[in-house]
């Protein structure tokens, strides 16, 4: 289960809000243009054009609408002992 991330254009946005309008949240994070949660996944819309899908199918969703993805799923680090101890 990751994030994904499309960059979308405004007319796009617009396409994707149409499609989602039944799954739509009336409660949108700061800098959204709108929210949706599906069976499947949740998405969110931002003004900068980027959309962000999450959930167990959120891969599947996003590849529904093509264009440049961005995996945001981050991957722990391990951390060194410091030497002196």
Known sequence: MGN???NKS???IRKMKEHYKQFLNDKLPPGS????KTPACAI??????????QG???EAEASKWGGSVQSTAQ???AKQAPSHL
Request: hydrophobic share 45%; net charge positive; glycine share 12%.
């Open 4 to 6: 994904i991330v499309l």
């Open 10 to 12: 405004q007319d796009e």
């Open 33 to 36: 243009l709108f929210a949706a």
């Open 44 to 53: 969110t819309a931002y003004k900068s054009g980027k959309v962000l899908f």
């Open 56 to 58: 167990k199918e959120g």
């Open 75 to 77: 991957k722990g680090v």
